[in-house]
């Protein structure tokens, strides 16, 4: 949904976010001029609430005193969104940003969500860790099949959960006496609370603040039998509302909507536009109820011209021939003389941020920066007020808090302890139908190896799970990446999981945890993402799976893949064992790691297994790592091994202390592609303190199993020599 030269603007989003930390905060607070400016906004406002005349005979007395009734401080705010489906979970994370960025009070969001969204979201926020920000989830699929709303026909592309903005009084708790509800598609660029603070000016009538449509869609007659449906005026957009609650339900709200909606649907057939519709409806027969909002709380950023009178009378700006705002103004963010008036930037149109405006490009960069923007920097407390983190969060920052710098591995166990942020399914997702037998191909990946995706999708027709370790920055570039392939875009069985990098070693097996975990098959392949399986793999392992009766047999199983490399960037794939076999004996190929490493891979039995007609048993032995296919509640990976080194004979440990027996598959092979050493195994090798420090971790890990697994355990520890350690 991004324009193209996207990634241009976001490099420069970037390049402004640096400069902006760096110099942000010296103007912060203390620039003259800027002081002088932002007061100039707040007269702004107030010129932009008399813009028109006044139609409502209300805003007068409701903008005249604009110097704002902050709430007291950290008085909670509540904030609803609706929000439906994969794409509509991302832009929620940055419409929350965006407030989170400027807010200064605590906040309570109450989220309307489907089954989709509330998975994406409540892993969202429960590993954000956000001080300050309380969730609370409704579910709209029940809604949306119960009396309330499943009644209306309905064609507006956002469906019914539009209308669930209508039944809000109904669903929020009855303690909750207003909330301010936004559309996922709005950017904020101030703080939430002067908006909220204009809940004061309501009169005693008043239930509804909204800002005034500005497009001429309500006056009718954009075309021949353009027949809107009825409103005030222009009408009024709902992608920002302010309500009062506590007055809905005593005013008999939801009798009042529906029988307008009723009403109008015996003439018009459907809505054709949603929630909107109906509020505006209501409102024409009852305009007592509405509270006009200065319409910098709402600037609907599509082709109009009255969105642009709004900010350009909204803001003491100078606004040069070319479209660009005053040089004050380009750091769009952080300096309040620079928020151009602009309160709150409604992208409302399918065509989002494509739009034609002239002055588009600056609030597109305030977007981009917020798209780009980096969360955990506003895991930041709020000074004064209590930060509500739930008690394992709170449990996690005193551990941290403990850690001691002076040890030589601290960076490693501060790297075991940090939580990260994960946006589970952050593209589209349809997972196959279940089937008993079906696998996913589990792996993760950072972005140097995007490029590997294509081909892993040519050579793995099945569900993957795959987890991205990622910045902000760059999973809007992995966006555009899979935008751009045909290849990826066309694949929706492949869940992508991003992951948001922090700290300096890479958390191997977190990632790999976080994939497993979204896996949804009963069958996992256990892969690295700098692998290609054999074309027939995923067919050939189901069909093993079903030949073994893996799932009726009490034994737990896990079927071993050949594991092999090639040295040479170009070369051509062998479709059969037969092939593969050819190019062994031409040197071509090697078994995996047979130079630096052979014992990772010598039990699977290279000799047994050319011969191999049937599956066959191996025995564990120490530094054991081959490519694995589980039943997907397999044991996790130990998350302290991070950055390189033992991560997953760790895990092929565990499998063997939990009794999994190991069988290797006579067709099955996976093949290694060469790709430059990664930062942590050039670490390895020349650090001795890495190296000690991964010794340091083994010897915890074997205490752990002992105290697990008992004397059984014992094996693991005799076959454990200083020795061996990788080097
Ligand atoms: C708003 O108030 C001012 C001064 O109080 C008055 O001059 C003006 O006519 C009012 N505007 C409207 C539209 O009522
Ligand atoms: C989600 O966004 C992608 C582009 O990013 C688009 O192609 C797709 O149609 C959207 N899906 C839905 C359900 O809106
Ligand atoms: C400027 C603007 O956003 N106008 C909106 C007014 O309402 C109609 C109907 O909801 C929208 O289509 C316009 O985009």
Excluded at 54 to 78: A, F, M
Excluded at 294 to 310: F, I, K, M, Y
Aim: proline share 7%.
């Amino acid at each position: 949904m991004l324009p193209r030269g996207r990634r241009r603007a976001l490099g420069a989003a970037t390049l402004l976010l640096l400069v902006v930390v760096v110099v942000g905060f010296f103007l912060f607070g203390r620039d003259p001029e800027c002081e002088r400016r932002e007061l100039g906004r707040r007269d702004g406002l107030q010129a932009a609430a008399t813009l028109d005349g006044d139609p409502y005979g209300s805003r007068n007395r409701s903008t005249s005193n604009l110097q704002p009734l902050l709430p007291p401080k950290c008085e909670l705010l509540h904030v609803a969104i609706v929000c439906a489906g994969h794409n509509s979970s991302r832009e929620v994370i940055t419409l929350v940003k965006s407030v989170l960025f400027y807010r200064k009070n605590p906040l309570h969001l109450h989220l309307v969500t489907d089954a989709v969204a509330r998975s994406i979201l409540e892993t969202h926020f429960r590993t954000w860790m956000v001080p300050a920000v309380a969730i609370r989830f409704y579910d709209a699929e029940e809604l949306k099949a119960g009396p309330l709303i499943s009644w209306i026909p309905n064609k507006h592309y956002s469906g019914l959960y539009g209308l669930m903005k209508l039944v809000l009084p109904s669903i929020l708790p009855l303690s909750l006496a207003r909330v301010v509800v936004l559309d996922t598609d709005v950017t904020f660029s101030s703080d939430i609370a002067e908006l909220w603070a204009l809940f004061a000016h309501f009169s005693d009538k008043q239930v509804i603040g909204l800002v005034e449509n500005q497009s001429d869609w309500y006056l009718g007659n954009l075309w021949k039998n353009h027949k809107p449906w009825p409103a005030l005026g222009r009408g009024f957009n709902t992608g920002v509302i302010l309500l009062r609650l506590d007055r809905l339900r005593q005013s008999g709200w939801e009798q009042m909507w529906k029988l307008m909606a009723k009403r109008e649907l015996l003439t018009l057939q459907a809505t054709s536009l949603a929630d909107q519709d109906v509020f505006n409806a209501v409102i024409k027969e009852h305009p007592e109820l509405v509270h006009p909002l200065p319409c910098v709380w709402n600037v609907q950023l599509s082709d109009h011209t009255l969105a642009e009178r709004c900010y350009l009378e909204a803001a003491d700006l100078k606004v040069s021939g070319d479209g660009r705002m005053g040089d004050c103004c380009s750091l769009p963010i952080l300096n309040p003389c620079c928020s151009s008036g602009t309160q709150v930037i409604h992208w409302n149109s399918p065509k989002k941020l494509r739009v034609k405006n002239k002055h588009a490009e600056f609030f597109r960069n305030l977007h981009l920066t917020f798209l780009g923007y980096d969360g955990k920097l506003l895991r930041r407390e709020l000074f004064g007020c209590p930060s509500q983190l739930p008690p394992e969060a709170e449990q996690l920052q005193q551990a941290m808090a403990q850690l001691d710098e002076a040890e030589p591995c601290f960076e490693f166990r501060q790297q075991q302890l940090t939580v990260h942020r994960v946006h589970i399914t952050f593209l589209p997702h349809r997972p196959p139908p279940p089937r008993p037998h079906d696998v996913t191909l589990v792996a993760q990946l950072s972005m140097d190896r995007l490029q590997m995706l294509e081909a892993l999708c040519r050579h793995w027709p099945g569900p993957m799970s795959l987890a991205l370790y990622l910045t902000d920055a760059e999973a809007q570039q992995f966006l555009h990446f899979v935008g751009t392939s045909p290849v990826l875009s066309a694949r929706k069985d492949v869940a992508y999981h991003v992951v948001y990098r922090e700290g300096p070693l890479y958390p191997v097996n977190q990632l790999r945890n976080v994939a497993l975990a979204q896996a949804l098959t009963s069958y996992v392949f256990l892969s690295d993402i700098d692998f290609l399986p054999a074309y027939s793999l995923y067919d050939y392992l189901r069909a093993s799976i079903e030949q073994l009766e893996l799932s009726s047999l009490k034994q737990k199983v896990a079927l071993v893949v050949p594991a092999f490399e090639t040295l040479h960037y170009r070369f051509s794939f062998p479709n059969s064992k037969a092939e593969l076999l050819t190019l062994l004996d031409a040197g071509s190929l090697h078994t995996f790691r047979y130079h630096e490493w052979p014992q990772g891979h010598a039990p699977t039995d290279y000799a047994r297994w050319r011969e191999a007609q049937a599956p066959y048993r191996v025995q564990w032995a120490a530094d054991y790592e081959p490519y694995v296919v589980v039943p997907r509640d397999c044991p996790r990976y130990d998350p302290r091994f991070v950055g390189f080194g033992w991560n997953k004979v760790a895990h092929i440990i565990e499998l063997d202390a939990q009794e999994y027996e190991l069988l290797v598959l006579p067709e099955a092979f996976s093949i290694h592609l060469p790709h430059a050493p990664s930062l942590d195994i050039s670490r390895f090798r020349s650090s001795p303190t890495y190296r000690d420090c991964l010794q340091a971790f083994k010897e915890e890990f074997h205490q752990d199993l002992s105290r697990r697994y008992g004397a059984a355990a014992l094996k693991y520890l005799t076959a454990l020599q200083p020795s061996q350690s990788r080097a």
